[in-house]
């Protein structure tokens, strides 16, 4: 690997090549128009199209995209060349200003929740200066907002741009209160650890599921799974490691901190985690980050899996969302210091973000809602669908004192003794981690467990930032105001506190005497994503996104709308190819092997009556009787396919795919999967768990 400073950020126009490229008064005046979140003026933006042209042309590209964020899921790109035809028949290589700051792609066919029409195609993209251009692929990509031509949000860029600007001008006023005007912004920043599965694109190429839908949706479970947690933090293979250190690279050159990297708990998971950045660029570099270990995988001979559950019975890949609060001045606002308890704003903070998670618990859960993750939540390492906080011992005890008005005695031993005084003693943290709570304090930063692999952290992000935005709005207002700030602020977070003490949780959020307290509590456990988006277009919901513009009532409704279809279009191509695969491979290879045992049993027969074929009868029988079921599964299942595409109203699509269509997956599978483990391994049609999870 060559000189690692020397590869980072070599594939982007990041700060330090603006600075040797553009003219110092031009840099200047990018920079402050970036730190003010104005407008660029045209004859600037033509002086760093040009520079950011040649720097792409040196690099190799011959192309230039305004790379954006749709409502798919995935990133889009629209490739132009740079290339301008002259009056001799030859072209010179050009790109504008105007070509930078505005892009015009085609927006009929990217999801937009009714909001446009199909033959409406006129879109457009505005380019995000916060978040560096970059080459991938020979290719300069420009980060960029997408909108359609009536102006109407159609990414996930925008509304996260506007979720920072919310959170950063209230946050300003509280920090103002407590005589911080040095700091001039608050910064959300993120680090996403990203949890994914390698399996042989052998294995890969023969699982129609796997291709189609991104998880097995048929496996008996292997002899061995995860139990002996053999294979958790586990000397690295070297194919794997291999794949780890080219993509170490790749994501290097592209800026990308790419810092932790090691095995799951499941076969052949594994996790990569970045250091933390600013929210929008985190976004960004996760969204990369996805498309770049597909890319190096494919190279190794190797599938990257990104869905929430590629297989059955072990564990899912979530991306925990880690969120803090940075300063332009470098303070972490969530950081308690040495003395929490003394530490009048990180508590304000503190309350500000408890209130906001146990007012908008809806909407985190909607903001992870999808047919994948369904199949993760509330089982092996994910957090239940029960929004709460884990706040750790110390901080808990702090919180009761101040609810209770009782005052607070540090505990004296802040170092973790291990035992032998060999091992030197470690500073023990505020707190422990929680793997079972969805929202969990670690020290200095909230994570957000529940989302999953294959998502954008856009969504997530949008939700936390606007609602803590909106406590923090409410709180200064009452500060503002009041004769007797002390006394005031003192009493603010006493009174939200014990209003808002039901989110706070340190137990397991397995257990079943949580589901039970919780719903005692009055919190919500919206066990699926069509028990959560209903609650994304309430009256609640929409007051708050609308009040701190970022959506319209309009937008809500349309990215409502858009999950709900998404969900229904997940679960019906589950079902056609679970169609397929019982019919065209399962089914034909169990009668296969059912008359390999008749012809054993009737060259038994020829050999002597007295030999015995109760086996290989007792085995038919079996067989039989669940081929009869699978076929029966099948065939309700195709009719059940039948009924939803007849069905015209979304919502009342998306119950009938849970409620319905979903649980006869499961009772074809169960057949299938019974089928797998007495049929003949060669027989078999496709690779088995044993097979895929143990192979690479």
């Not at 009929?108 to 457009?124: D, L, M, V, W």
């Not at 899912?316 to 300063?327: A, D, E, I, Q, V």
């Not at 101040?402 to 943290?429: A, F, Q, V, W």
Request: charged letters at 25%.
């Amino acid at each position: 690997m060559k000189n690692l400073p020397s590869i980072f950020g070599s594939m982007v126009f990041n700060d330090s090549v603006m600075q040797e490229m553009l003219p110092a008064n031009v840099y200047k005046t990018l920079k402050k128009t970036i730190k003010n979140n104005q407008p660029l003026d045209i004859t600037i933006a033509n002086v760093v199209a040009n520079a950011m042209k040649e720097w792409a042309i040196g690099k190799g590209a011959t192309h230039y995209t305004h790379w954006f964020h749709p409502m798919t899921g995935i990133t889009a790109e629209k490739h132009e060349s740079f290339i301008s035809p002259t009056s001799e028949g030859k072209v010179i290589m050009e790109f504008s200003g105007k070509e930078l700051i505005k892009g015009e792609p085609d927006a009929s066919s990217f999801p937009s929740g009714g909001i446009r029409a199909t033959f409406e195609a006129r879109g457009y993209t505005a380019w995000d200066p916060t978040s560096y251009a970059f080459i991938k692929d020979g290719l300069l990509c420009i980060p960029t907002a997408f909108c359609s031509y009536s102006g109407d949000v159609l990414d996930k860029k925008t509304p996260l741009l506007r979720s920072m600007d919310a959170l950063n001008k209230h946050a300003l006023r509280i920090l103002k209160l407590f005589g911080n005007s040095d700091v001039t912004r608050v910064m959300p920043h993120v680090g996403a650890e990203q949890e994914y599965f390698l399996i042989t694109k052998e294995h890969f190429k023969k699982r129609k599921d796997l291709k189609f839908c991104g998880r097995t949706l048929f496996g008996a479970r292997p002899p061995k799974g995860q139990e002996m947690n053999d294979h958790y933090f586990g000397t690295l293979k070297t194919r794997v490691l291999a794949y780890m250190n080219e993509l170490d690279e790749e994501l290097w050159k592209l800026g990308i901190p790419a810092k932790t990297e090691h095995n799951e708990v499941a076969p052949s998971q594994h996790e990569l985690a970045p250091l933390h950045e600013t929210a929008n660029v985190a976004c960004d570099h996760n969204q990369l980050m996805m498309d770049i270990m597909k890319k190096v995988a494919n190279r190794h001979g190797l599938e990257c899996l990104l869905h929430e559950k590629p297989f059955e019975g072990i564990n899912g890949s979530g991306k925990h969302n880690n969120w803090s609060l940075m300063t332009d001045t470098g303070a972490n606002l969530l950081d308690p210091g040495n003395s929490p308890h003394e530490n009048a704003q990180f508590l304000l903070f503190l309350t500000a973000i408890i209130k906001a998670v146990d007012e908008y618990q809806d909407l985190l859960r909607i903001s992870v809602a999808s047919a994948g993750n369904d199949c993760r939540l509330g089982g092996n390492e994910a957090p239940p669908a029960i929004i709460s906080i884990y706040l750790g011992d110390e901080l808990m005890e702090i919180v009761s004192s101040l609810m209770n008005g009782n005052s607070y005695s540090r505990k004296n031993s802040e170092e973790l003794r291990i035992g032998t005084d060999i091992l030197p003693c470690i500073p023990r943290d505020n707190s422990d981690r929680n793997r079972t709570s969805p929202f969990a304090f670690t020290g200095n930063k909230f994570e957000f467990r529940m989302v999953g692999s294959s998502f954008s952290i856009a969504g997530p992000n949008i939700v936390i930032n606007t609602i803590v935005a909106d406590a923090l709005d409410q709180f200064a207002t009452k500060l503002e105001m009041a004769e007797n700030f002390e006394e005031a602020l003192k009493d603010l977070i006493k009174k939200n506190l014990k209003k808002h003490r039901r989110i706070l949780f340190n137990g397991n959020n397995y257990c079943e005497e949580w589901v039970t307290e919780a719903e005692r509590r009055g919190l919500l456990n919206l066990k699926t994503a069509i028990d959560a988006l209903p609650y994304y277009v309430s009256e609640k919901n929409i007051a708050l996104f609308t009040r701190h513009r970022i959506f319209n009532e309009r937008e809500i409704r349309s990215r409502c709308e858009i999950l709900v279809e998404n969900y229904c279009k997940t679960i019906k191509i589950e079902a056609l190819t679970m169609l397929d695969m019982a019919r065209k491979d399962i089914l034909p290879a169990v009668e296969s092997y059912i008359k390999e045992l008749a012809r054993t049993a009737n060259s038994k027969k020829a050999l002597s009556p007295a030999i015995s074929c109760e086996v290989e009868i007792g085995l038919i029988e079996r067989l039989s009787a669940l081929v009869k079921k699978l076929y029966e599964g099948t065939e309700k299942l195709d009719a059940q396919v039948a009924r939803a595409n007849g069905s015209a109203n979304m919502t009342e699509l998306g119950q009938y795919c849970r409620d319905e269509i979903f649980k006869t997956m499961g009772e074809v599978r169960a057949a299938a999967d019974e089928l797998e483990a007495l049929t003949g391994s060669k027989y078999w049609p496709f690779p088995t768990y044993s097979e895929i999870l143990f192979s690479v």
